[in-house]
């Protein structure tokens, strides 16, 4: 008999964690019996328990007809053994990150069910084809991940192994609308959609701060002002925990033999090892009282000087500079509308993947009265200023007091190739086209999984076809050139676009 065969409307979940519970809630509440099994004796019942007082709760708030409530609590049955599973039709596989704890799992699954039964794991990380490798039939096997928290968030993942049946992952997608979920549709690959675009958000923080560029709480302040995420990418690793991060991390990384624009930070590892593991700990980026950050007050600006000195834009990037000359003309500034600065001018460069220094040289400034600002997303909120490896502490107050003299708020980093945000968001829209290009998923879907998981202002493509697949593009081979590190190389589905000028979506 085919595994195409209808699933019945009774499923089992194997593993009764945080998310095993997740997943019993939004299943149970569809209107499926669920059969919750936990090897740990008592587990499975405490689950179904909290399972019950997470109801009540959105009764007492009005979320949830009482009625409702109980019929699903009602629909949860608990075992501490895998013998009771065999007749049903759905088992999803819920346990610890580990590959071999999962085929092992999936093994017996598979001696306990019947032909017709669907298998699916909840896998974050690891390869659909390498976990049902040792099953006897793969075809029947596929991924169905939710995001943690599972009642909450909307999207879910269905993802084919090699050897999947297409009636399983349609029958999947089919009980993913049923149970009130979005779904996208992915290809097996390492970390599939969504951890692999979230590794640029995270890693690529991670590299700033060991590089010295900034501090975490900068880092924080920019993608959350500037950019416009919910959380900056620290408070982000603090918020899941650095000792569920960076295993997902290295896995993504090693599955995809050490391709580099995965590849973890130190600075992760030595954290996870001195136990600095985020709000569960206390400690991690950022230390922790009664469960909420304790952050240091930013820096007052400096004060104006008595004299400040007149100002020269740079024309190397002239859109950037009219951003600049803009905001500057309205800020009461002396500007120096000449091909060269004066010798007692502020000179402002505006590089797009350049660091502050090379800049400087390459237009033949002098670097000591050399700042560079930010103007991938504008000057508006917050404004990023850096400096030259010499630009004079004079210099570099006098461009800190003259652009907070509105009140926006203003982060100095030292010098790097690209600023925190430019660095950052162009990660994030590389990785997704290389999802892209590689058929992972559909463009659309790239940016609604993104959005729906992950929160994001924007879908990664639409962040880069908003701000400029141009500008994205010279961003990243200036950070090529600067560093000579393939993490940063161009993918084929940006390069070819940004040749065309067409958008990120179009074509195939």
Not at 457 to 484: M, T
Request: with cysteine; glycine share 10%; charged share 20%.
């Amino acid at each position: 008999m085919s595994t195409a065969a209808a699933v019945a409307t009774s499923v089992s979940i194997v593993g009764a964690g945080a998310m095993g519970q997740g997943i019993a809630q939004v299943f149970a509440l569809a209107g499926f019996d669920i059969l919750l099994c936990d090897s740990q004796p008592g587990v499975a019942a405490a689950a179904r328990d909290k399972v019950a007082a997470q109801l009540a709760r959105l009764v007492q708030k009005g979320k949830l007809d009482a009625g409702a409530a109980q019929a699903a609590v009602g629909r949860i049955a608990v075992a501490d053994s895998l013998a009771a599973i065999s007749e049903v039709g759905l088992v999803i596989e819920a346990i610890v990150e580990n590959l071999q704890a999962k085929q092992s799992l999936l093994e017996k699954i598979e001696d306990l069910v019947g032909d017709d039964c669907i298998i699916a794991s909840n896998t974050s990380s690891l390869s659909i084809t390498t976990l049902a490798s040792r099953c006897r039939r793969p075809q029947r096997v596929a991924g169905l991940h939710f995001f943690n928290p599972v009642p909450l968030m909307r999207l879910v993942e269905v993802i084919d192994g090699l050897r999947t049946e297409a009636a399983v992952v349609d029958k999947l997608a089919e009980i993913g609308a049923k149970i009130g979920k979005e779904v996208v549709r992915v290809k097996d690959t390492p970390g599939f959609l969504v951890n692999q675009i979230g590794r640029g958000y995270t890693l690529e923080a991670m590299h700033l701060v060991s590089e010295g560029v900034c501090s975490c709480a900068d880092v924080d302040r920019v993608m959350r002002d500037v950019a416009g995420f919910r959380m900056g990418p620290f408070e982000l690793l603090d918020l899941v925990g650095l000792d569920v991060n960076h295993p997902a991390s290295e896995a993504i990384y090693t599955q995809f033999y050490h391709e580099p624009r995965y590849r973890p930070s130190v600075l992760m590892e030595s954290r996870v090892n001195a136990g600095l593991l985020g709000r569960k700990t206390n400690a991690g980026f950022y230390a922790y009282k009664d469960g909420l950050p304790v952050n240091e007050p930013e820096g007052a600006p400096p004060g104006p000087t008595a004299a400040m000195p007149p100002v020269w834009v740079s024309r190397d990037e002239p859109g950037e500079a009219d951003v600049v000359v803009s905001l500057l003309g309205g800020l009461g500034a002396a500007m120096e509308v000449t091909d060269k600065p004066s010798a007692g001018a502020l000179c402002i460069v505006t590089p797009l993947g350049e660091d502050a220094s090379r800049c400087a040289a390459r237009q033949g400034l002098d670097p000591v009265r050399t700042v560079a600002v930010d103007t991938l997303f504008g000057l508006g909120k917050r404004r990023t200023l850096m400096s030259t490896c010499v630009t004079g502490s004079q210099w570099r107050d006098a461009a800190h007091a003259l652009f907070a003299r509105d009140g926006v708020p203003v982060t100095v980093i030292r010098d790097s190739p690209g600023f925190i945000s430019q660095r950052i968001i162009v990660m994030i829209v590389n990785v997704a086209t290389a999802l892209a290009q590689s058929r992972t998923a559909r463009p659309a879907d790239i940016d609604k999984a993104v959005k729906l998981a992950l929160s994001y202002p924007q879908g990664p493509l639409a962040f880069g076809d908003s701000l400029g697949i141009g500008r994205i593009g010279k961003v990243l081979n200036n950070l090529y050139n600067s560093y000579g590190d393939p993490r940063y190389r161009v993918n084929l589905w940006l390069a070819r676009r940004v040749a065309l000028g067409i958008s990120l979506h179009e074509g195939e």
